[in-house]
């Protein structure tokens, strides 16, 4: 291995700035000084200016000498009329051994420039940190430069001019004359894109300073270049462990701006998902490819294919945004395989994050700011939740009924406006979070009753709910024909594991996903970057859907608001990207009508079979507000009568005279009682509250 003197390094690197092409560059930068502050150069730059591979690879060996150098070079470079500048060296885009994981870091790459990628998860506030500081002797009043290297300011020993010691005299530092660099500290942890089965990622911190601060957000995917660091563990104020924590003193940070830049497609990948798409019936195989060891579920298959394409994301002309993300919310019995369908699209879905409602971080589903030690000091960081992380792609929330109540509040705005604003400690942040929510929930009595009202059987509030483009009810109702084919299914399943497990042998087709696994996530990375448009007969196909729905209402029954109108739209826009299609078509709607009508029928159709969008959009259906209103006026009517409150017998008299039946009366006052709507002055009577 080649080594090289201080003398040689600022020589060669005086060689590369002087060349026309990087002369120019670091001209430009020093013109825009102190607006710019770094050049920037990649490891390909190096490697074609020195034309053997030896002192690009001495740079990444030994990357704090090589940069001081070559920053005293650029001074060299810059001469004279340029003696105020101080420009930065940043090395980025680094190929080959030293892009690495984080859990693939060892001793060896100590004090080596790398570059690591990954999901910045947390970031502290920017801060001025001093890093040169001037003391003024109390005893002579000379003043002391001493540079500053740890986390606590050092005084000097003693005073150059008189001799005193720091025990002598007492040094005052003069902060105005002093020099401060700005300081930002991040983590960032592993993509899921790059984890196998069952890992968890692996976290790195990073020390940011100067012009590279403020950059980056919870949420973004990031590459970060520089010099891998270690310090000791404290176990006491005076004692320091022999395990290093590692860290990484950042030079250089590459955002990744396209939604799968991480998901690398190639010229034979596209040829590939091209020919795949040609096939009629790619749409089939790729519902056949979710979760093909869950029997059954077929509507619910497809409106999850759906969800992993997405709609597309608009700007409005008044500049605001229309997501294209769709939500889905499964919602049933304990057993309907509602977790597991979650983590395969988790697993399935390029940036899919599953979680527990329950938050297993301090920042929970949403974004949270919180107190942590960093360095020895307690400082307020800016983290991610689920939502954030998932930027991108699919955000599955296992348990979404017992979220905790910040994320509550939090997950409106999250799953419409697609961003979590957080304000508190001096934070203000808006971040990210164009993500499609897959969420389960169960009963809060154990079974789901088809023709009860959704939000009173889980514990969301009915505007979240609303939220969601498509709700299915997995209910396990007792049917021999459909019983037969599970028991069959599943106890085929256990067989050919245990075959698998004991022969090695070949998974059977039945079980076996139509298109690899691999694959679809490229296919479905490639689709969305396409923007179908709706062709003229598609959007007639939904707006007759639409009208035919809202015509069907009687009364104050509303079957369809125009948030379902705006679903299609997402639904049809999905199942053209699926098929890669540049328009939406007939088909595409018709797909998406079908969807529709099922997840309506199943969870916003009455007793008497009508469809009535309040029991999903509000806790109350139609029916039952014809109930409640009259319950409130026999009450008004009544109460002047009845000072300790109007008897619940009186009520039910006069509810029956007006044609209700006493037991929907007597479940409607238990409700609003539970609701806070009335009250009880005396025994079974009530009064308004």
């Not at 969301?460 to 997995?474: E, G, K, N």
């Not at 996530?521 to 196909?541: F, G, N, V, W």
Request: with cysteine.
């Amino acid at each position: 291995m080649a080594e090289y003197k201080k003398d040689e390094i600022r020589e060669k690197f005086k060689d590369f700035f002087e060349d026309e092409e990087y002369h120019s560059e670091l001209i430009k930068v020093a013109d825009n000084y102190p607006d710019e502050k770094s050049i920037f150069i990649t490891y390909n730059d190096l490697t074609l200016f020195f034309e053997d591979l030896e002192f690009p690879r001495f740079v990444v060996r030994k990357p704090k000498l090589c940069l001081d150098e070559a920053e005293k070079a650029i001074k060299e470079v810059l001469g004279e009329s340029y003696q105020d500048v101080h420009i930065h060296l940043r090395l980025i885009d680094l190929t080959g051994s030293k892009e690495k994981m984080i859990r693939d870091l060892r001793s060896r790459d100590l004090s080596s420039y790398l570059a690591i990628s990954g999901l910045v998860r947390k970031t502290t506030e920017v801060r001025p940190k001093i890093s040169t500081a001037l003391f003024r002797c109390s005893r002579c009043g000379e003043n002391t430069r001493k540079k500053q290297s740890g986390s606590d300011i050092e005084e000097p020993t003693q005073c150059a001019k008189c001799g005193k010691s720091a025990n002598q005299t007492n040094f005052t530092l003069l902060r105005e004359e002093s020099e401060f660099r700005n300081f930002q500290n991040i983590e960032i942890q592993e993509s899921p894109d790059e984890l196998r089965g069952g890992e968890q990622p692996q976290r790195l911190k990073g020390w940011v300073k100067n012009d590279l601060v403020g950059q980056v957000s919870p949420g973004d995917r990031i590459t970060l270049n520089g010099i891998l660091d270690g310090k000791p563990k404290r176990k006491s104020s005076r004692s320091k462990s022999r395990v290093f924590d590692i860290y990484m003193r950042v030079n250089g940070i590459e955002v990744k701006e396209y939604e799968f830049e991480d998901l690398e497609l190639n010229e034979e990948d596209r040829e590939e998902i091209e020919e795949a798409a040609e096939d009629p019936r790619i749409f089939a195989k790729i519902v056949n490819s979710i979760a093909p060891s869950i029997h059954g579920l077929r509507t619910e298959k497809i409106g999850l294919a759906l969800q992993m394409f997405s709609g597309v994301r608009k700007e409005m002309p008044d500049g605001s945004i229309t997501r294209g993300d769709i939500h889905i919310l499964l919602v049933g019995d304990p057993g309907t395989a509602k977790s597991q369908l979650l983590r395969y699209i988790a697993g399935l879905s390029p940036r899919g994050m599953y979680a527990s409602g329950k938050g297993s971080t301090g920042a929970g589903l949403t974004a949270a700011a919180i107190r942590e030690d960093i360095m020895g000091e307690s400082q307020w960081v800016l983290e991610a939740g689920t939502l954030v992380l998932a930027d991108g792609g699919i955000a599955c929330v296992d348990e979404l009924d017992k979220m905790r109540d910040e994320d509550r509040s939090a997950m409106h705005e999250a799953m419409e406006q697609q961003t979590i604003s957080v304000a508190k400690a001096g934070i203000n942040a808006t971040l990210n979070s164009r993500c499609a929510v897959l969420g389960a929930a169960n009963p809060e009595y154990g079974r789901f009753e088809t023709h009860e009202n959704i939000s009173q059987q889980i514990n969301l509030p009915p505007p979240l709910i609303s939220r969601f483009d498509l709700i299915f009810a997995l209910i396990d109702k007792p049917d021999k024909k459909k019983d037969a084919e599970i028991a069959d299914h599943i106890l085929n399943l256990h067989e050919e594991g245990e075959r698998i497990e004991k022969e090695g042998a070949d998974i059977e087709k039945e079980f076996e996903p139509e298109l690899d696994k691999e694959f679809l996530r490229k296919y479905i990375a490639h689709a969305k970057s396409m923007t179908p448009i709706m062709t003229d007969q598609a959007m007639k196909k939904l707006e007759d859907f639409y009208l035919d729905l809202r015509s069907q209402g009687s009364g104050d029954t509303i079957p369809a608001t125009a948030r379902q109108l705006e679903s299609l739209v997402r639904l049809s826009e999905a199942s053209a990207r699926a098929h890669l299609r540049e328009q939406a078509t007939v088909e595409d709607a018709e797909r998406a009508i079908s969807v529709t009508k099922y997840f309506l029928e199943q969870v916003a159709s009455t007793e008497g079979d009508t469809l009535d969008i309040d029991i999903v959009a509000s806790s109350v259906s139609a029916s039952e507000r014809t109930v409640l209103a009259q319950i409130r006026d026999i009450i008004k009517e009544k109460r002047g009568v009845h000072e300790g409150g109007v008897p619940a017998d009186d009520i039910l008299e006069e509810a029956v005279t007006r044609g209700l039946s006493r037991e929907e009366v007597r479940k409607e006052l238990d409700r609003m009682k539970t609701n806070g709507q009335i009250y009880e002055p005396s025994q079974d009577s009530y009064d308004l509250a």
